[in-house]
């Protein structure tokens, strides 16, 4: 922190030209507040390449206005995963530190891994508001533990218990753009009964933010606010709006090798990377699959290229809605004197494999063994990739482009996973005639002391009566003064047991975790000197083996004092769930049209096992809608009444199984939907009544992983629909002319693949062993 206090005073030295005390004030004449408004934006799965400023051919001409009057940072790193980058972001911990060794999807008890920010640690928000700020946020929280996102649930780590006045967003790691699967406004659920056509989350989530911003003016004209942007774009299922897509058609036919040539020539030119840089070859492992656009059918051309058309539009709307924020302060007198930071949370991710997928949830955060033959992409028309009908991920390729010129992708310590785009904007900034390019090492912890130093307001020095504990970020003010200055000299990474460590221009990577037997600083690593090879693409390892030692025995004492262990060696640390979750598995009433149940909730009632739905419904001819929707797009299931008939449907991944029953007489009916477990990972649906069979699917593909993705809704289909033909024949189809009396879900058996119970297997093995 010394460095920064001393670039601190630095600024301070020109602002009391302009000020009559010796505090932080940077005043339009016509507003005296107290210190400048602060922007925060934060892009989802951003590659360091798909910004203008960084070499992009997509549209974004408002980050580029940004970009040319502040400063663009070349070297800034981040976390391997989102959730890590975040709590480090608004923490200025590192990330095991800061509680988030990994995404907010695991709970295995250890420190590093608690997936809930610690008590000691103020948040910037926290900070910022106890100095007079008004605090908002928008978009993706995912800094919650997922077993405490329900509603009952313990909101110590929600946003607004976090130092934020307001909030409205997605608490998960990601949704639909065009359906979000639970919207939260400040602690509570949004009632939505049904999205209009138009509905879009980037634009909504602008909205709401000007709105933020307006109702405070409104009431008080002259106090600075922070506003944290969390974008839930473009990360996966990647979608945007039709107009915007339609863009950029036809711009990607050329292929990714073109695209990633392009992209690393503007680079250069620009001073991004250096001119000794090169590309990392297609050789390289990290691009393994990836096959030459010109090995390509035409009608993979035409697939892959309309993925990359909506990861363009997605974000050309980014940009489109950093210009309406823009150009709302520039309405409000306010835009000189606002701070503005754009980045992401980490790389491009190659979580759609090599040929990217339309059957986003097939794929996406199982981490069960598939059976052969499992749906890896629902062949449907390329055309709706982007729209609400797909949940889609682009092809590895794609992302490889977005991460030109580095190696690898997010998920990795490499640079491909840890290097990211970073442009910071004040116009009112004093010395602000130095702005330019920013080549110093920064990290991700590195931004909440910085915009604390920027603003002058002090972190806290404890919270809810707790000491603060000591941050680990370093304020980088004096970068923006003068480009020679020394940044940070080293920083650790860690992710899924893959380590790295950066110290002066030198970085060793060890892709695999070691054996037990190897030690934390065992195992095989490679040594690159990003001075004259920022790509990766030179391992010195073998040349150096003193260097390689030393460096990975910095890394073990950098882990030790970071709470990084334990290393996930064998993969099991996810499966290790905590018993305080065993209620959440257990039956439960749900009441008839009101918001759906959380997702995490829901699936403890029904992914790897079977369950039951018993439905008590009295039915009139009138009677007509959905009893009962679980799902989405992207994988679920619905029972509903059509013309008098049970109708039950099944959406497998984007492939869609339907069956009709005869017709159900008027009159009071106690119905149970039943899916059994069958081999291979499959379900039987039947409905039954008084023990006869209505109407079944004889095998279906299970709903696994994040599927089904939207939570539980009775007596309607809410967001985006399971059956995407009876929702453009009757909308969300509330449920009407009869009495829904009760819907009940009741767990069965766990499948003996749920990764919880193969670990009690193999620990119960290991025990007779012993």
Known sequence: MQEGARGYESFRGHVEEFTSDSRPWWPKPSTRRRGPNVVMVLVDDLGFSDLGPFGSEIDTPHIDALAREGWTFTNYHTAPMCSPSRAALLTGLNPHRAGFGYVAHIDPGYPGFACELPADAPTLAESLRAGGYATFMVGKWHLTVESRLHDAADKSSWPLQRGFDRYFGCMDGFTSLHHPHRLVSDNSPLDVPEFAPEYFLTDDLTDRAIGMIDDLRTNDPHRPFFLYFAHTSVHGPIQAK??????????????????????FERQRHAGIVSEDATLPADDDPDAAGIRPWEDLSPSEHELFARHMEAYAAAVDEIDQSIGRLLARLDELGEREDTIIIVTSDNGGTAEGGPSGTRSYFAQFGIDTPLPEGWIADAPRDPSLIGGPRMFSQYPSGWARVSNTPFRAFKSTPYEGGVHAPLVLSWPNAPRAELAGLRRQFVFVSDIAPTVLDLVGVAPLVQR??????????????????????????RQYFEVGGQRALYENGLKVVSPTAPRKEEGAAGGRWELYDLRTDPTETRDLADGDPGTVARLAAQWREEA????????????????????TEAVLAEPVTLPAFRPPL??????????????????????????TGVLLAHGDQGGGYSLALEDGRLALAYNAYGLMHRATSEPLPPGRHELVLVFDEQPELRWSLTVLAAGRSLVGLGSVPMLLGMAPFTGISVGYDYGSPVDWDRYERTGASRFTGGDLRRVRYVPGARSPFDPGVLRAIDEAVSALAD
């Open 242 to 263: 039709d107009i915007d897509i339609a863009k950029y058609r036809g711009r990607y036919e050329a292929g990714w090798n073109v695209l990633r040539a392009e992209r």
């Open 464 to 489: 809810a009566g707790v000491p603060a504990t000591d941050v680990d970020g370093r304020s980088f003010v004096h970068a923006l003064e003068d480009p020679a200055s020394v940044s940070r000299t």
């Open 598 to 623: 959380e997702r995490f909730r829901s699936a403890k009632l029904t992914v790897l096992r079977s369950f039951r739905v018993e439905i008590d419904i009295e039915t009139t001819p009138l009677s």
């Open 560 to 579: 030790w004092s970071n709470t990084v262990f334990p290393l996930d060696d064998d993969g099991s640390l996810g499966t290790v769930r905590p018993e």
